[in-house]
């Protein structure tokens, strides 16, 4: 079992003063108001230790100390860590997080039950393992990437159970690079990423268990998948798709560079998935394992 570290309070019965200690050794005055910190700086709202840091762009910590119901928005010209701590931060009937500036999202839980859990303006990392973002919306993704945007996900689960999980905007850039990211749609219908603008996928598992996995919604949009200098089909790369068609392109570009698709249909329905890396030719095969699932494996050689 893992070990796992947690703030812990100390009370001095003699002077009726509580301390801190957190899980980085920090020691301060405890409040017990008090649900984020920015070093020994207790806030009573995330909100308020988000409104708290200049909008200079020098990067500050913030570190959630329990769970919350709130909504917050980060400015632009902001440059935060937000270090959810294991903690949970959820909201009902608003975007839970709005980050319009240079945001790192890293260990905990962001939900929403109606609208998007994150919605991205500016420019975002989201990594750590322990990094869940959800939301059980029935119109909203749990993450919409804005024009003009940037999104890199290193690391966590990006899951919804009624929408697209993840969709990128016209102009907009999402980047998915990690050994460790499971991007999971549980809709009736929807696709696990729906991109109007730009997505690079190099390492991750997409996965919808009845729409497609990817889906382009235009002519002037790029998916690539793979490492396009990584000449292999058992790359960690992996687009995953129980019930439809693995890809649904109404425009735009499919990069395959490597990876594995598996799909209970045809991989592709009006995809046309092609490798435009020059002096590259790309194998293709296609073929149903014992469950029923076509596979798909693109390899490029040169």
């Known amino acids: ?29 405890y409040d017990e108001k008090a649900v984020a910190r920015i070093k020994e700086t207790l806030y009573e709202t995330l909100q308020a230790a988000i409104d708290a840091v200049p909008t200079d762009n020098k990067e500050r910590e913030i570190i959630l100390l329990e769970d919350v119901s709130e909504n917050v928005n980060i400015p632009k010209n902001n440059n935060i860590i937000l270090n959810l701590n294991n903690n949970t931060i959820s909201s009902q009937s608003q975007v839970t997080i709005k980050a ?13 039950t109606e609208k998007n859990a994150f919605y991205n303006y500016g420019n975002t990392i989201i990594k750590g393992n322990n990094t869940i973002l959800s939301s059980e919306s029935s119109s909203k993704a749990t993450i919409s990437n804005a024009s003009g945007a940037k999104l890199i996900i290193n690391d966590g689960l990006i899951e919804s159970k009624n929408c697209t999980t993840i969709f990128n ?11 460790n990211v499971r991007i999971n749609n549980k809709s009736a219908s929807n696709e696990a990423i729906g ?17 497609y996995a990817l889906r382009n919604s235009s002519a002037s949009i790029t998916f690539k998948i793979g490492n ?4 292999s089909n058992s790359s960690p790369c992996f687009i ?32 046309n998935i092609t490798s435009l890396k020059s002096g590259y030719t790309m194998t293709r095969v296609d073929k149903r394992d014992t469950s029923g699932y076509y596979e798909s ?5 040169n």
């Open 1 to 29: 079992m893992e070990n796992t570290k947690i703030p812990l309070i100390v009370k001095n019965t003699y002077s009726n003063t509580s301390y801190l200690i957190d899980t980085d050794g920090t020691v301060m005055l």
């Open 100 to 112: 319009y500036g240079t945001l790192v999202l890293m260990n905990g839980t962001v939900k929403s």
């Open 169 to 179: 905007h016209k102009n907009g850039e999402v980047i998915i690079d990690g050994f």
């Open 195 to 211: 991109n109007d603008g730009s997505v690079i996928i190099k390492k991750g598992l997409i996965y919808s268990e009845n729409g």
């Open 228 to 231: 396009e200098d990584l000449v």
């Open 240 to 271: 995953v798709d129980s019930k439809d068609y693995a890809f649904y392109k109404q425009g735009g570009t499919i990069e395959f560079y490597s990876g594995i698709i598996k799909s209970k249909f045809d991989v592709d329905q009006n995809s």
């Open 297 to 301: 494996y693109l390899q490029a050689t």
